[in-house]
């Protein structure tokens, strides 16, 4: 029986409609195109894929030849690795590799092994609409390249050994989503990037840990307006430059992690380029810099604690606010807490607890109100460049003191 008060309005023939759609939709398809079956013998000397559809190995895949143990020629093709390994011979290139010019295949559910040619991915999938899921790769040099719009999620790569020359984890173009991805003790003696994605990309849980390599070395990296989100860096070694995580102009970090990354010269822990938001992260015993950003950036609510050169670095027109910066810059060249080495910055109500420096400013026309200082080993607030506006600084001995000027800077 139809309940006419709470279905007033609707025309008899909705429901029933609805409910044949409901009946059909829960009949399983028949005759539709079955899985097609890769298996070891299938390979002359590697297995291409021609036609649109799914396709399922049916046992683990060793390499036999120089050439991609699986080809793609076409779109709109799913592999289903079914639990079962691509394992690499000393010259073959790819695992799976999708031509140029063609778009949307789907790699889940198995792992490759081995793949170590230079300049060749383990997962080489340059079409738009890419997706990688459940995937772990281990000891390859090039893990996954990917184009536009692509989705990598659930995804391991590791390494096995130390190789020659650079490499990367994941590489994916424009408008990629990558997510749950962790890259670990993957060691090349050049160049090394770990997860990278291009302009107006969301990363989020992403983790690269205990890489190393040379220069420049990047743990984490996306293209301008972009999103960074929970996701960490944590003790990487590189050459002369090291960045944990790194985002262009526009683009938000934040509930994020740099700790324990290291350089033979400098290493930031959290990078953003030109305007956007640094939020509810953390840099941690960064060999040189904890986060630097701007111009243009706003900074709030991190935490910046003992790293070697400076806390915070503003770069000019930014905002830092309720930021906490503690035991900062103490290595070679330290600076501190929190620095603005370009002019226009304003710092609002932060912390700098047992720094070198609580504040400095090394430029001019910055606005400083509202923060405390404590402990710092050199001065509280160090005014290099001018001019400077810094709100009333008290020196406060007395505990239970209460602040009734807003603009005002304490020092205990």
Same mark, same amino acid.
């Given at each position: 029986?139809?309940?006419?008060?709470?279905?007033?309005?609707?025309?008899?023939?909705?429901?029933?409609?609805?409910?044949?759609w409901?009946?059909?939709?829960?009949?399983?398809?028949?005759?539709?195109?079955?899985?097609?079956q890769?298996?070891q013998?299938?390979?002359?000397?590697?297995?291409?894929?021609n036609?649109?559809?799914?396709y399922?190995?049916?046992?683990?895949l060793?390499?036999?030849?120089?050439?991609?143990?699986?080809?793609?020629?076409?779109n709109?093709?799913?592999?289903d690795?079914?639990?079962?390994?691509?394992s690499?011979?000393?010259n073959v290139a790819?695992?799976?590799?999708?031509?140029?010019?063609?778009a949307?295949?789907?790699?889940?559910?198995?792992?490759?092994?081995?793949f170590?040619?230079?300049?060749?991915?383990?997962?080489?999938?340059?079409g738009?609409?890419?997706?990688v899921?459940?995937?772990?790769?281990?000891?390859?040099?090039?893990s996954?390249?990917?184009?536009?719009?692509?989705?990598?999620?659930?995804?391991?790569?590791?390494?096995?050994?130390?190789?020659?020359?650079?490499?990367f984890?994941?590489?994916?173009?424009d408008h990629?989503?990558?997510?749950r991805?962790?890259?670990?003790?993957?060691?090349?003696?050049g160049?090394?990037?770990?997860?990278?994605?291009?302009e107006?990309s969301?990363?989020r849980?992403?983790?690269?840990?205990n890489?190393? *390599? &040379?220069?420049?070395? +990047?743990?984490?990296?996306? @293209?301008? !307006? %972009? =999103?960074?989100?929970e /996701?960490? $860096?944590?003790? #990487?070694? *590189? &050459?002369?430059?090291? +960045?944990?995580?790194?985002? @262009?102009? !526009? %683009? =938000?970090?934040?509930? /994020?992690? $740099?700790?324990? #990354?290291? *350089?033979?010269?400098?290493?930031?822990?959290i990078?953003?380029?030109?305007?956007? =938001?640094?939020a509810?992260s953390? $840099?941690?015993?960064?060999? *040189?810099?904890?986060?630097?950003?701007?111009p243009g950036?706003v900074?709030?609510?991190?935490?910046?604690?003992?790293? $070697?050169?400076?806390?915070?670095?503003?770069?000019?027109?930014?905002?830092?606010?309720?930021?906490?910066?503690?035991?900062?810059g103490?290595?070679?060249?330290?600076?501190?807490?929190i620095?603005?080495?370009?002019?226009?910055?304003?710092?609002?109500?932060n912390?700098?607890?047992?720094?070198?420096?609580?504040i400095?400013?090394?430029?001019?026309?910055?606005?400083?109100i509202?923060?405390r200082?404590?402990?710092?080993?050199?001065?509280?607030?160090?005014?290099?460049?001018?001019?400077n506006?810094?709100?009333?600084?008290?020196?406060v001995?007395?505990?239970?003191?209460?602040?009734?000027?807003?603009?005002?800077?304490?020092?205990?």
């Amino acid at each position: 029986m139809v309940n006419r008060r709470h279905n007033a309005g609707i025309p008899g023939f909705i429901l029933p409609a609805c409910m044949a759609w409901v009946v059909w939709m829960a009949v399983p398809v028949l005759g539709g195109p079955a899985q097609v079956q890769i298996s070891q013998s299938s390979l002359n000397p590697g297995f291409t894929i021609n036609a649109p559809g799914s396709y399922i190995l049916t046992e683990n895949l060793y390499a036999t030849s120089g050439v991609a143990v699986i080809t793609v020629m076409t779109n709109d093709v799913l592999i289903d690795l079914n639990g079962h390994t691509i394992s690499a011979a000393t010259n073959v290139a790819h695992g799976i590799r999708q031509i140029d010019g063609v778009a949307r295949i789907t790699v889940k559910n198995g792992s490759l092994i081995g793949f170590r040619v230079v300049s060749n991915a383990a997962l080489h999938l340059p079409g738009n609409g890419s997706m990688v899921q459940s995937v772990r790769l281990l000891g390859c040099r090039e893990s996954v390249r990917a184009g536009m719009d692509s989705l990598i999620h659930d995804t391991t790569i590791m390494g096995i050994g130390v190789l020659g020359g650079g490499g990367f984890g994941v590489r994916a173009g424009d408008h990629g989503r990558i997510v749950r991805v962790e890259v670990k003790s993957v060691q090349v003696s050049g160049a090394f990037t770990g997860v990278e994605a291009g302009e107006r990309s969301v990363l989020r849980q992403v983790s690269v840990l205990n890489c190393s *390599g &040379g220069s420049p070395f +990047t743990a984490i990296r996306a @293209g301008q !307006n %972009s =999103v960074i989100t929970e /996701s960490r $860096a944590g003790g #990487n070694a *590189g &050459g002369t430059f090291v +960045t944990g995580i790194t985002a @262009g102009s !526009n %683009s =938000v970090i934040r509930a /994020s992690a $740099a700790d324990r #990354n290291s *350089g033979t010269f400098l290493a930031v822990g959290i990078s953003l380029v030109g305007p956007g =938001v640094v939020a509810d992260s953390r $840099a941690l015993h960064q060999a *040189g810099g904890g986060i630097s950003a701007g111009p243009g950036a706003v900074v709030v609510d991190n935490l910046a604690h003992s790293n $070697a050169l400076v806390g915070i670095t503003l770069d000019g027109s930014s905002i830092a606010f309720r930021n906490v910066m503690s035991m900062n810059g103490f290595g070679a060249g330290g600076i501190g807490g929190i620095a603005a080495v370009q002019p226009g910055n304003v710092m609002d109500n932060n912390v700098a607890i047992g720094n070198a420096r609580g504040i400095q400013l090394t430029s001019g026309n910055n606005l400083v109100i509202g923060n405390r200082t404590s402990a710092n080993s050199v001065t509280n607030i160090a005014i290099i460049g001018a001019p400077n506006h810094v709100g009333l600084r008290r020196n406060v001995t007395t505990s239970g003191f209460v602040e009734r000027n807003g603009m005002g800077n304490i020092n205990y």
